[in-house]
């Protein structure tokens, strides 16, 4: 079926109609759940429907998966590395045309759309390369004639709920390792962005078919709470990994506890940048823009802090607000824009409340605050003076909102880094290398990405990514994130006709 607007004809090249099915389970599309309409956020406008996923195909889709498992994690880890190389592959081939459909259904800026997408291509090609490298140790026994050595195996399934800020970025993270280490990934994707959902499977599931694989290798699901409760409750699931708020992964790791599963948490973040009185200020004020006013404020890396010291407070602020000023707003798709509009109506009306809340607590608009009037969610990126001790400032605000703050010494900056529930990213901005080691030491920002003269979003793929406190302390992507996907065995091997036992003791 065609599109009623020429602008989306475009999606007919990664294979999406006016109607889509939003469930693929053993290898062919089907839904049986309520219809949803997928939402332009530049006019509120629809794009394309998708007919969602039921629990009668969860579970048919389960069964499936479980016995593709069986197959997949037999395969030689290498070959599993080639598939996924074939996959980024197919990513490069239709970059430009899924940039665009994450640009026009999420709401950000085309090239970060592009950039998204280029981002699993990135983890493709790091997971090609780790299909060769899930190495074990050898381990010293101290007994005679005994091997010690660790086995790494496949967990078997691993669930990959994502969120709509990167519809299909955390997807990359999380599958592209899981499939390299034998296991299968059943992908709840975000409800209001189902046509990256449907689009990126389409994908996947070519791969796997032009390979004879099992398509139930991968299983993928557009729906709501219903989808995302029965991937936490389910034991075929091993480890679920979960992006979004704080609060309601608080009750995915409750629920995924209970039944002793593992869970990956990427939650809230409430990051701060600091500039030292001796930093490049031209260099700060390039890289807050970009931390606060990129992706509309709907990054969990988004800067939502700013901690100025007091000899510089007002030669930064002064230059921020100018370059505010020259901000484009307007149609993610359009060349030149910086910020285009919040997600959803929801999340424009959560801006205005926050706002109020703001006010009402003491802070001081320096610039913007208000909505846009328009058929879209824009808003305007807006930067508040405030004390940090206003309960607003503990609070993650999904938004282009930014909160300056005053400071006088190195400690009491780390104090206020630190002093939020969560602990995602923080950067500092300075030249002086004592400051730097402070930082990034053990008394300095208690966050799992600790940043020096970059923002604090913009994560390159080949370091572990995750946070500490209300972010959860999952770690995604690079480095040795791999382990977390896979069942460690520790094996000792005797290959001697003598019985020693260890610690020494004799036993009869």
């Known amino acids: 079926m065609g599109f009623d607007r020429k602008e989306y004809e475009f999606l007919d090249e990664i294979c999406l109609s006016s109607s889509n099915l939003g469930c693929f389970v053993?290898?062919?599309?089907?839904?049986?759940?309520?219809v949803v309409s997928s939402i332009n956020p530049a006019n509120n406008q629809k794009i394309a429907e998708v007919r969602e996923a039921s629990i009668q195909y969860y579970e048919e889709g389960m069964q499936a998966c479980s016995e593709a498992a069986k197959i997949w994690m037999q395969v030689p880890a290498p070959k599993r590395g080639e598939i996924v190389r074939q996959i980024g592959d197919a990513l490069r081939a239709k970059l430009q045309q899924l940039g665009r459909l994450v640009s026009l259904e999420m709401g950000k800026i085309l090239p970060e759309g592009i950039g998204e997408v280029q981002e699993i291509i990135d983890m493709c090609d790091f997971a090609v390369g780790l299909s060769r490298q899930l190495n074990g140790s050898v381990i010293p026994s101290e007994r005679p004639n005994h091997m010690m050595l660790e086995m790494w195996n496949p967990l078997g399934i691993v669930g990959v709920i994502t969120a709509f800020n990167f519809p299909c970025a955390v997807l990359g993270w999380n599958a592209c390792i899981a499939l390299v280490c034998g296991n299968c990934v059943v992908w709840k994707g975000a409800p209001t962005t189902p046509l990256v959902t449907v689009a990126m499977t389409k994908l996947v599931a070519g791969v796997l078919e032009k390979n004879n694989l099992p398509g139930a290798i991968f299983t993928a699901f557009c729906g709501g709470a219903e989808i995302g409760e029965a991937i936490a409750k389910d034991t075929r699931i091993p480890l679920v990994s979960f992006t979004g708020s704080s609060k309601v992964g608080l009750k995915v790791q409750q629920t995924v506890n209970e039944r002793f599963g593992k869970c990956l948490l990427e939650l809230s973040g409430n990051n701060a940048i600091i500039v030292m009185d001796d930093a490049d200020i031209q260099l700060a004020v390039r890289s807050v823009l970009f931390a606060a006013v990129g992706t509309a404020g709907q990054r969990c890396t988004t800067c939502r802090r700013l901690l100025l010291h007091e000899s510089v407070y007002q030669r930064v602020l002064d230059q921020l607000l100018d370059v505010y000023k020259q901000v484009k707003i307007g149609d993610p798709l359009e060349k030149g824009t910086l910020l285009g509009p919040l997600h959803t109506s929801q999340s424009?009306?959560?801006?205005?409340?926050?706002?109020?809340?703001?006010?009402?607590?003491?802070?001081?608009?320096?610039?913007?605050?208000?909505?846009?009037?328009?058929?879209?969610?824009?808003?305007?990126?807006?930067?508040?003076?405030?004390?940090?001790?206003?309960?607003?400032?503990?609070?993650?605000?999904?938004?282009?909102?930014?909160?300056?703050?005053?400071?006088?010494?190195?400690?009491?900056?780390?104090?206020?880094?630190?002093?939020?529930?969560?602990?995602?990213?923080?950067?500092?901005?300075?030249?002086?290398?004592?400051?730097?080691?402070?930082?990034?030491?053990?008394?300095?920002?208690?966050?799992?990405?600790?940043?020096?003269?970059?923002?604090?979003?913009?994560?390159?793929?080949?370091?572990?990514?995750?946070?500490?406190?209300?972010?959860?302390?999952?770690?995604?992507?690079?480095?040795?994130?791999w382990k977390q996907y896979m069942r460690r065995s520790t094996c000792t091997i005797n290959y001697g006709n003598e019985l020693p036992l260890a610690q020494g003791i004799n036993f009869g």
Do not use: H
């Open 348 to 481: 424009r009306m959560n801006y205005e409340k926050g706002i109020e809340t703001i006010k009402s607590q003491g802070g001081k608009i320096l610039t913007g605050g208000a909505i846009i009037e328009s058929d879209g969610n824009f808003v305007e990126p807006t930067i508040v003076e405030i004390s940090p001790e206003a309960d607003v400032v503990k609070e993650e605000l999904f938004a282009p909102v930014l909160y300056a703050m005053k400071f006088q010494t190195l400690k009491e900056a780390i104090e206020i880094n630190n002093s939020v529930p969560q602990g995602l990213s923080s950067s500092i901005f300075t030249r002086n290398p004592e400051v730097i080691f402070k930082w990034i030491g053990p008394q300095g920002s208690d966050c799992g990405i600790v940043n020096v003269n970059i923002p604090t979003n913009g994560a390159e793929i080949g370091g572990a990514f995750g946070g500490e406190k209300a972010t959860g302390g999952g770690r995604e992507a690079g480095s040795d994130s």
């Open 26 to 34: 053993n290898g062919t599309w089907k839904g049986n759940g309520p």
